[in-house]
């Protein structure tokens, strides 16, 4: 071969092993922007997407969260209709009444019945209404109200010689006393057995008028979806609910306190039998001391 043909071919080689690895560089270059482009806008679109989620969730997390708080009690008497609201607050009020008289009878019954069973322990020993009266003292009891009663009629009657006729005068006594005793005792039990026969029905009428209510409200909104309708059902339910709260709690320390108040008037009845007794053993020491002072005659 010649040797300007064995130099153009020398030439053509070196620059094609030159132009090799420079191809695949432009080859790259137009790539990566390519590439990186894409990458910018899937990112871009992913975090929208990101971005839009939470939006909707929160919004509906936002319509579930209101509903949950719609229907705690303290929301739904807020919602509740200006009627509903007095019938709850009505039965709020017979509650703390029901509680008040549960308290305050239960300390006035337990003191009233550890001051007759102390003045009954007292007078066990006594011969004459005198040494009773001078047992109890000044102590405030059914009992020394019993023992005056027997020693005015005793007084009152001296003279007489008729014994069954002044013991007789004496349990009228009596009986004047223990009935005053019980209508004291039973101070508050008419509130209890109002409170624990209407309580249910006046939260029957408000559930009534919040159900009336809520089918008003259902008409005008034309709509019979569930999370429209169950609220205004659940604050008239509600009026029922607290009024069974009011009643029963009612019925139960009424029912305790009637056995109770029975107990300690058979304590106030057995004091009137112990004070009788006393009478009848003075008007017989009575009787006995003038018949020995006619026998030393």
Same mark, same amino acid.
């Given at each position: 071969?010649?040797?300007?043909?064995?130099?153009?071919?020398?030439?053509?080689?070196?620059?094609?092993?030159?132009?090799?690895?420079?191809?695949?560089?432009?080859?790259?270059?137009?790539?990566?922007?390519?590439?990186?482009?894409?990458?910018?806008?899937?990112?871009?679109?992913?975090?929208?997407?990101?971005?839009?989620?939470?939006?909707?969730?929160?919004?509906?997390?936002?319509?579930?969260?209101?509903?949950?708080?719609?229907?705690?009690?303290?929301?739904?008497?807020?919602?509740?209709?200006?009627?509903? =609201? +007095?019938?709850?607050?009505? %039965? /709020?009020?017979?509650?703390?009444?029901?509680?008040?008289? #549960?308290? $305050?009878?239960? *300390?006035?019954?337990?003191?009233?019945?550890?001051?007759?069973?102390?003045?009954?322990?007292?007078?066990?020993?006594?011969?004459?209404?005198?040494?009773?009266?001078?047992?109890?003292?000044?102590?405030?009891?059914?009992?020394?109200?019993?023992?005056?009663?027997?020693?005015?009629?005793?007084?009152?009657?001296?003279?007489?010689?008729?014994?069954?006729?002044?013991?007789?005068?004496?349990?009228?006594?009596?009986?004047?006393?223990?009935?005053?005793?019980?209508?004291?005792?039973?101070?508050?039990?008419?509130?209890?057995?109002?409170?624990?026969?209407?309580?249910?029905?006046?939260?029957?009428?408000?559930?009534?008028?919040?159900?009336?209510?809520?089918?008003?409200?259902?008409? =005008? +909104?034309?709509?019979?979806? %569930? /999370?429209?309708?169950?609220?205004?059902?659940?604050?008239? #339910?509600? $009026?029922?609910? *607290?009024?069974?709260?009011?009643?029963?709690?009612?019925?139960?320390?009424?029912?305790?306190?009637?056995?109770?108040?029975?107990?300690?008037?058979?304590?106030?009845?057995?004091?009137?039998?112990?004070?009788?007794?006393?009478?009848?053993?003075?008007?017989?020491?009575?009787?006995?001391?003038?018949?020995?002072?006619?026998?030393?005659?």
């Amino acid at each position: 071969m010649k040797l300007s043909n064995i130099r153009l071919i020398t030439a053509t080689l070196l620059s094609l092993a030159l132009a090799a690895p420079v191809a695949p560089v432009f080859a790259q270059q137009p790539s990566a922007p390519a590439m990186s482009a894409p990458s910018a806008e899937t990112t871009s679109d992913t975090t929208a997407a990101t971005q839009a989620l939470p939006a909707s969730g929160a919004s509906t997390n936002g319509s579930v969260t209101p509903g949950l708080h719609e229907l705690s009690p303290w929301s739904m008497f807020l919602q509740a209709d200006l009627v509903v =609201k +007095s019938v709850m607050v009505g %039965l /709020a009020l017979a509650s703390v009444i029901t509680w008040t008289i #549960l308290i $305050a009878k239960k *300390i006035e019954l337990g003191r009233a019945r550890w001051r007759l069973r102390s003045a009954l322990k007292e007078i066990g020993e006594a011969r004459s209404m005198s040494e009773a009266q001078l047992a109890l003292g000044d102590k405030k009891s059914p009992l020394s109200m019993l023992l005056a009663a027997a020693l005015h009629e005793a007084r009152v009657s001296a003279g007489l010689t008729s014994d069954e006729g002044i013991k007789e005068r004496a349990a009228s006594s009596f009986s004047e006393i223990v009935r005053a005793e019980s209508r004291h005792m039973r101070h508050g039990m008419g509130f209890l057995a109002t409170i624990g026969a209407t309580a249910p029905f006046i939260g029957l009428f408000g559930t009534v008028w919040g159900i009336m209510n809520s089918f008003i409200g259902i008409s =005008k +909104s034309q709509t019979t979806n %569930l /999370a429209v309708v169950a609220p205004g059902i659940a604050e008239a #339910l509600l $009026a029922t609910a *607290i009024g069974l709260v009011a009643a029963i709690p009612a019925v139960i320390i009424y029912n305790h306190f009637s056995r109770e108040i029975k107990v300690y008037l058979e304590m106030v009845a057995r004091a009137s039998g112990a004070t009788l007794r006393l009478l009848s053993r003075d008007l017989d020491r009575s009787h006995s001391g003038g018949r020995h002072a006619r026998a030393a005659e």
